[in-house]
């Protein structure tokens, strides 16, 4: 829980606190009274009187009645001190700087485990243990640097990591970037990034609170929680950047099937990331870069245009823009003809304009006003203006503040001579600006924003779904483990996923038999080993009933083998879409390229079930192999509408089937006449 007395206290004490402010329990209390906090302050030592100014009582039970209690104590004696008091001294807010409880031993562990249950018998609030703190408008309870410009429209940063969010901060001053409150949860006994955020979005005020939020996140207590609660604050118009470390591949399970070995918990952080809406990140430096992008004008399209005086980093941009599926388009025509009066000789109007190293800031101003009023095409404008040595930067950058103001276009301002014209960037920045002093970083970041979903629908789709047929099914299947061929195709007909005519059976004639009435070419494949390939239990183009006897008389004959399965013969792209269930998270749903692909390219996209019909297609369009899927050299474009409708289908079938945890369907075969399921494997655990 999060109460006034932690937001806004009308008394703090530091238990602990000195007049060694290299120390944390001094530090804090230099940050609180240069902070000008509004009221009253105390402290417990019992060595001092007065410390830093502050009256200083010798033990808690000299103290009066006080909100927030900071302690900077050995973890031994915090629970102690937190029961002092909260029954003596009416104290319902708790920040532990201290560390040396869950994070280190089984014994801190129970220290901690004891002042959870003493904060929660007494409606207290406790952020901590092992944090640096909190620190908003109202109070800087913190004891790290740098304290960044606070404002109330700047940044609320939620983190899970204390040292993390200092040097998230130290990137962000650096930048311009201003901050409205700073949350280290440290070890999060009571509240988490999860009660952080629902704190937020409950008390998201639309006329004054902030709008951007930054998350650093180690541990996903709750995904259900922060899905409701990020993608509720995003549709009240925020913005959410989030890093989650400890997502790497080495950290998931071994799986038999395709979808379980790659369906690590980092894919499952991917798709609820995309269904919330949340920008994700993967460096201090990304996150903070995105939240600058935040902070201006949005891009309403995909078409940049670059202003510089220097080549090079415009070249640079304009790859990374186009890396990440933005344009730099050429611009052409009479309209370039005035502009080109205004410029020096040798000027390039065509985009990048490049005003050269001896532009002045006149030729810069006439530069943007022909961005902004002369090319409808151009949805956003990045200006690149260093230190040539040529120019008085002042003047430069006060024309760049002022078209920032005017433009109806976002301006995007790479100020890359933080060293020779320091003074003058920090001069743009107290404007109320950012800057982005590296080009590349700055596309990286554009590129995730403008690529973002956006918060998915709540409802699911049935499309028809026979969820009684599906839940029959299920209930029918009493064993754990890989599903037969019959149920995996009853599934998949109860869902509405096209599968390809097929026929199995262990008794060669009747496989003969069936082969003559589907007619030839066709496939055969070994039913029991779960890879088929691996084994030799798949043969292609079968044009006779002789070569099918010979390749029956093999198959059969393979370890684990119950029957042969024959199916006609089809040509197309080989798509793959599959699932795995992931604790905590639910399904998570895989789709990609089929065949062989999957492993060697592991060009996935994940989404968090359900789906809606606009999340599916977002995964679709997100794969680097998307380019395929629209046709290459004569191809014929995949059915995309039908790949996401399967997509989906299969994610409303996993919601009503949570038995099921790993499935595949391999290949989907993309036809001239449609996709069409060929190969899939199912495994329940009841």
Partial sequence: ??????????????????????????????????????????????????????????????????????????????????????????????????????????????????????????????????????????????????????????????????????????????????????????????????????????TFDPEHSPRIKMLYIENIKDPDRLLLHASSLIRKGCKIAAIKSGSSESGSRAASSHTGAMASSDLAVEALFRKAGIVRCFSREDLVTVACVFTLKEVTGRNFAIVTHAGGPAVMLTDALSKGGLQ?????????????????????????????????????????????????????????????????????????????????????????????????VSFFLKKGHVNFSDEVELATAVSRVCNASKPSNEGIELYGVDVPHIRKIID???????????????????????????????????????????????????????????????????????????????????????????????AGKELFVGAKYEDRFGHVILCGLGGIFVEILRDVASGLAPLSTGEALSMIRSLRAYKMFRGVRGEAPIDEVQFAEIIVRLSTLLRFATEIKEMDINPLLATEKGIIAVDARIRIEK
């Fill in 476 to 570: 029918g299947i009493d064993e754990n483990g890989y599903l037969s061929h019959d149920y995996i195709q009853e599934l998949l007909w109860s869902a509405g996923i096209p599968v390809v005519p097929e026929f199995v059976s262990g008794q060669r004639e009747e496989v003969l038999a069936e082969a003559k009435k589907m007619g030839f070419p066709i496939v055969a494949k070994v039913v029991g080993p779960i890879h088929k390939t691996d084994v030799g239990g798949v043969v292609l183009n079968i044009r006779s009933e002789h070569h099918l006897e010979i390749e029956f008389d093999r198959m059969i004959k393979l370890p684990e083998v119950t029957g042969i399965m024959i199916q006609p013969m089809l």
């Fill in 328 to 424: 730099v388009p050429e611009i052409k025509g009479e309209r370039t003809v005035e502009l080109k009066k205004k410029l020096y000789p040798g000027a390039s109007v065509t985009n990048p304009i490049d005003i050269l190293a001896t532009g002045t800031p006149e030729h810069l101003e006439a530069a943007i006003d022909f961005c902004e009023r002369e090319c409808p095409e151009i949805d956003a404008i990045a200006v690149i203006f260093g230190s040539p040595g040529l120019v008085k930067m002042y003047d430069a950058y006060e024309v760049l503040h002022r078209k920032m103001e005017e433009c109806t276009k976002p301006i995007f301002p790479i100020l890359p001579s933080v060293v020779t014209a320091g003074k003058e």
């Fill in 1 to 202: 829980m999060i109460n006034k007395e932690l937001t806004e206290p009308r008394s703090i004490v530091i238990i602990g606190g000195s007049n060694n402010v290299q120390k944390p329990g001094g530090k804090i209390i230099r940050n609180l009274l240069s902070g000008n906090f509004p009221g009253n302050l105390y402290v417990v030592n019992p060595k001092e009187t007065e410390v830093q100014g502050v009256p200083c009582f010798h033990s808690i039970e000299e103290l009066p009645d006080v909100d927030l209690a900071i302690l900077a104590i050995p973890a031994p004696v915090c629970n102690k001190a937190v029961e002092q008091l909260a029954s003596g001294k009416n104290t319902r807010a708790f920040i532990i700087i201290s560390a040396g409880f869950s994070e280190e031993t089984p014994e801190g562990a129970r220290y901690e485990k004891q002042i959870l249950d003493t904060v929660n018998k007494y409606g207290a609030s406790l952020i901590g243990p092992n944090c640096i703190g909190l620190m908003n408008l109202y109070h800087r309870s913190v004891f790290t640097l740098p304290i960044p410009e606070l404002s109330p429209q700047g940044v609320d940063m939620v983190s899970s990591s204390g040292a993390t969010a200092v040097y998230i901060m130290e990137s962000a001053v650096g930048k311009g970037l201003r901050f409205n409150s700073v949350w280290s949860v440290g070890n999060a006994p009571q509240i988490g990034v999860e009660d952080v955020l629902e704190y937020l979005d409950r």
